[in-house]
């Protein structure tokens, strides 16, 4: 099983460079669903599925099926009320449903339903089931809303079938919470065509930071308790880690975050190491865990004390093995990967 051969690591657009720009339609016009999106809880008979309408809905509902004629189930969830932080404290109602009872690695259709009726009917293929087989993931970071010059490509490659996730690593939109949150709008609106065919699985970057991260808190949906700053699923062989590298530079929100992560972290690795399924250990986290350039604000050490842990995890269940970091580089869009403990790099 070669799991990271079939790794995609993609560099995409950034915040300073204009280029595309994606057009904004009037969230006003209708209370339909939009900025539909996948996710996913870790279990391969279920999916998550999320959007927002700009006023109060009394359905929150998705039908699905095997036909996209015949749509024979539906599921209800729950709606919330996300208030942005900015002085204009604009309102939007984010709706979440879990479908339950999937057949694993099969193909489905669905739609979303609010009071003013149903989205665009969308597919996706449910997640397989078991360990023998090897998870197809597209990883990136750093997509925002202007500029996504990556964006087509990756969703034509997602419409083509050809990964089973994706990840994306931190930093959305530049900033989602910028315009009262407009541009948060504008940046999964264009997603939608992405996300809403594949689980869009999320990891926190320092560009949600505002308010307390309350844009990617509410507008993302992961399993556990912790709003999607630290969870892990497992997909496959694989055991994925999601961490928050960013507890440790924004102390404004508190430190108990940073225990609750540290002790988290700590037990999940270590049940992790001890699942013999686990051929593979995936801990994501928005900032690289050792620098090959002399940046110290992507690379500063007050992160390390996750990294610490990380180690000794992998010190003391799978000695004398040592963990592997890759970095994505900016540069040339490939995979860095280092043992941490000889500094070695090789770009590969
Ligand atoms: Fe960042």
Redo the contacts with the bound molecule.
Sequence with gaps: MDFFAAVTYLLVGTSSVSGLIIPRPAMEATNLPEQIHLSWSGNPTEMYVTWATPSPSTVTSVKFGLDAANLTSTATGTSTVFVDGAKAHKVRYIHRVTLVNLVPATRYYYSCGSDAGWATVYTFRSIQAGTEWSPRLLVYG?MGSVNARSLQEMTKEVQADRYDLVLHV??FAYDMDNSNGDVGDDFLRALEPLAAIIPYVTVV???EQKYNFSHYRNRFTCPGNDEGMFYSINVGPLHLTVMSTEFYFFLRYGVTQIYNQYYWLAKDLTAAAENADNGWIFVAG?RPMYCSNPDMVDCNPRGNIDYAVIDSVWVQKTQPGRPVWYRGSKQTGRLLHSDRKSNARTEG
């Design positions: 750093d931190g930093d970057g320092n560009h928005h």
